[in-house]
């Protein structure tokens, strides 16, 4: 008997190490990519072989009835279970303020299509599992602190709102539909793979190039959100975990501590010699190097958003007590791996 799992975004940063995990435990592993017109699967080059890929896209319902008709005939008498895990989506906050009906269509409606055509497959309710990758933007401005599966929502972007959607219809289909459906509303996750977009990884990144001399300083916005970050290749575990339990329910994933921008810059260029200290406010506040008086880090309007989500913390007592999961990165060590990646 097979066990088989579909993972859209298999080519993003949790994908890749999703699917890692589920070739390890056995699984025949699907995944949907996107057609570009340069190649996007450098995440996954060294599992290439493993998995069975198709072209698709979360705003296209035909690919993707097509793709769970082509599933469903594979393994009709040889299923023991089939989990489909929702990990594509356009994921970038400040992005999707620039092309925000684009960011409904796939994180909110995307979600939905995939959520129907998995009903409307051959294979019975009994043997499918859906995994919605919720996040912890949905808190946005926060009502409380922590944050747990039972704070309200507050999202603050046109992400956060299509996310909301996603994770509604998730929890609308489990209840209308008695399907085995759940949210991991996860916290913040960061790796070497990482889109360079993000302001972690663009940290590790502008200090590796400040190192080569390739770039002289590092621009960025906000300096004082906090964030509690783990490491992907954990988060990626909470997934299959929330998806083995006996009932589906929602989970939120984090560290339970938070640090700021500014911290993630002083520890990461500290593993490299530096010793960064602040001066001046606002966008004049400049980054140096107490040891050469070196100014290094800068802020820029560029990288506002227009409504900002200055805090998250999260409280994952109900996934450790119930899922048995924790993290295994500590925050120092996720930043000690991304730094030596990039530099
Ligand atoms: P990521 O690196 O940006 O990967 C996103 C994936 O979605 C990529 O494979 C991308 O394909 C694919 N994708 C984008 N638009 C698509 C579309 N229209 N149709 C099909 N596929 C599409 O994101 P991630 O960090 O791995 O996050 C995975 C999921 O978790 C996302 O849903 C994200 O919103 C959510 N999440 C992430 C975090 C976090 O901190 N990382 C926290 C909470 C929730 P291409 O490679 O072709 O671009
Ligand atoms: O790294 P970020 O872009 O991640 P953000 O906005 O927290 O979103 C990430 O985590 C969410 C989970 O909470 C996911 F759902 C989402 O898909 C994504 O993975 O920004 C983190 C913070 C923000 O407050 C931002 O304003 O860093 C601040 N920041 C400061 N300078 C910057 C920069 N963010 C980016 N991207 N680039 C900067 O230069």
Redesign the pocket.
Known sequence: MSKVALV????????SYLAEILLDKGYDVWG???R?SNI?TSRIEHIFDKLTLRY????DSSNLLLILAEISTKYVSNLDVFEIY???????VKVSFEMPEYTSN??GT?TLRLLEAMRSCSIPNEKIKFYQ?????LYGKVVEVPQTETTPFYPRSP?GVA?LYGYWITKNYREAYDLFACSGI?????SPR??HN?VTRKITIGLGKILRGEQDKLVLGNLTSLRDWGH?KD?AMGMWLILQQDKPDDYVLSTNEYHSVKEFVEKSFALKGFDIKWKGEGTNEVGYDEKTGRELIFVSEKYFRPTEVDELLGDSTKARTELGWKPEHSFDELVAEMVEADC
């Open positions: 859209t975004g298999i080519t993003g940063q949790d994908g949907i990519i996107r570009a996007n698709g896209d979360l705003t929702n990990l594509a989506a356009m994921s970038h796939v994180d995307g990758a919720s996040t912890s933007e992400y996310k996860l916290f913040n996750h960061e990482r889109a993000f992907a988060y």
